[in-house]
Every structure is written in C-alpha cells, then in structure tokens.
C-alpha cells in the first residue's frame, strides 16, 4: 500500500479531518490510548514530522523589531516551537516584558538604524544564541501619507534607514553565523506596497521594492549554502503600524481598520511556522497576502 502523504504544513495540525485514526493507519491499527482528540492529532503531528514545539531546542531565532505587531507575534509563535529568541528592538521595556514571558530569549535593546550597534550586539551574543537558525528582518516603518513634495526629508531618510539599511546591517552581522553552519532560513517581510503602488507610498514601496528584490538576489548569491531567502509581503494588517505612520493619531488609525477584517499579525506568524514546516529541499521564494476584503485597486486617469 502506498505511504499516505503527510499533512502539508504547520497548521493542518490544529484541524482534526474526519476519521484521523483511520486516514493514516490502515488496519491492523496500533493500539494506543488517547485521552482526547488533540492527543491524537499532536500524535499525528509527531509521527509525520510536522513542526512542533521541540524540534529545535538547539537554534535560535534572530527577530529585528521584536516590540510589536509581526515581530512580537512571531517572536512567541517561534518561542512556542522551541527556538531559542534574540530579540532586537527600541523599546527596552517591551523587550524585558517578552523575554520575561518567553523565557530563553536574549534581548537586544538598540536600533536598527544604528550600525555599529547592530554589529556590536551581534558579535557579542553569548554563545548559546550563535546558532542562529532563522533571521526575521522584520524592523520597518512607513511615515505620513503626503505626497513626496510634502514629506519632510527627515521622514524619507528614516523610512530608507530602517527599511533598507536595517535590513542591509541584520543580514550582512547575521549572515556569518549561518554560513558557517551551512543552515538557515532568512524571512523579510516586504509588503504589498513593494508591488502595487498607492497614494502617498513613494519612498515606503520603494523601500519594500528593494526587500523584494534583495531577497531574490541573496537567494542567488546563497545558493549552495543551505541557506532559504523568503520575502513575506502582507497587504492591510491590524497593527501599531498606522499609530506610527500618522505619529500617534490614534483615531485617524484606527480609521483605517474600520469596516475590514484585516489580517492580524499572528496571521504572518503561522505563515512562517508553515513555510519552515516545508522539506529543506523547498524554497519559498515569496508570499503575498492579503486581507480577503483587500483587492488591487484600477489605474488611475485624471481628465479634464
């Protein structure tokens, strides 16, 4: 009898299938006692390999603006996997508070923007976080919504100092350690904006333009490495992103949500469990996704 195939990714074990005993044992079945159904499925989950809390108790997870939003939900949902976290961000508070919970992290309280920083805190990681197994450049931001004349320049080069010189730093201090292991998993989180222009995106997409098309190019660069490059592009997603782009206008944030059921950053966290649940033989070279609400808008034409 051919090998039932096993479940596809991370989460098709939080779902129990009809019949789950009987879909991957024929008979004779194996006599084993479950107390309820999550012990069958999390059974299941082990028999097939699927990514669970333990598999890799030996790595760490290097996660930049580990303080809010995608960060901190990817920061706990790799926690609760077993990786150890290097967390990096600004806010030092935030990041005690999440260690505190988590346990096993190493924080990393600097910014992005600040080289020497960056490079500094990695070289001096204790030695029990070099491991590192996956890099999450998550740290980026957009700023206002004017149009280019109306943006101050200040803005434009926070926007380019986080967005591409942020990553730019994480990757080229972070990057050593996985060579060396000949292993790892890079994650850059782009945005839909990289693609699909909108008012008042010009520098904001063009930075997450260059994510894209970074992360294409390292993935050519690392071939033969056994290092995989994924770029996650999310569309409209509930987060403090809008607090920081209208610079703490908390209304005229929330006004952006209003009406939409937008993806959530937990969202993007059970993405990347299911793209590291994929044999190491498989790439994923880019995920878009987008709220369902959330669709292309047409071209523009102005008439007179």
């Excluded at 990786?83 to 910014?111: M, P, S």
């Excluded at 839909?192 to 294409?216: D, E, L």
Aim: glycine fraction near 8%; charge should be positive; proline fraction near 5%.
């Amino acid at each position: 009898m051919r090998s039932p195939n096993p479940l596809p990714i991370a989460s098709s074990c939080a779902r129990e299938p009809a019949n789950v005993f009987a879909l991957f044992y024929p008979r004779p079945r194996p006599k084993i006692k479950f107390i309820n159904s999550k012990s069958v499925l999390r059974y299941h989950c082990a028999k097939f390999k699927i990514l669970r809390k333990g598999d890799y108790m030996k790595n760490t997870a290097f996660i930049t603006g580990a303080t809010s939003g995608f960060g901190e939900a990817i920061s706990r949902a790799l926690s609760a996997q077993g990786y150890k976290i290097v967390a990096l961000g600004r806010r030092k508070e935030r990041l005690q508070k999440l260690a505190g919970e988590l346990g096993n992290t190493h924080i990393i309280a600097a910014d992005i923007r600040d080289k020497a920083a960056v490079f500094d805190a990695v070289s001096a990681l204790p030695e029990n976080f070099k491991d590192v197994e996956v890099l999450v450049n998550n740290a980026g931001l957009a700023l206002g919504l004017e149009g280019i004349a109306q943006t101050p320049v200040e803005d434009l080069e926070t926007m380019v100092d986080t967005n591409i010189k942020g990553v730019l730093y994480s990757t080229k201090a972070v990057l050593p350690l996985m060579i060396a292991r000949k292993s790892g998993y890079i994650f850059n989180l782009g945005s839909t904006a990289g693609a699909w222009p909108y008012p008042g995106s010009h520098v904001y997409g063009a930075s997450k333009a260059f994510i894209k098309q970074f992360s294409r190019n390292i993935r050519n660069d690392l071939r033969g490495t056994g290092i995989r490059v994924t770029e996650i592009a999310p569309g409209i997603c509930k987060s403090e992103f809008s607090e920081v782009r209208f610079k703490g206008d908390v209304a005229r944030a929330a006004a952006v949500y209003e009406g939409v059921d937008a993806i959530l950053p937990e969202d993007i966290a059970q993405i990347m469990l299911s793209c590291l649940a994929m044999p190491h033989r498989v790439n994923i070279n880019v995920v878009e996704a987008m709220a369902t609400q959330q669709s292309w808008a047409g071209l523009f034409i102005e008439k007179h």
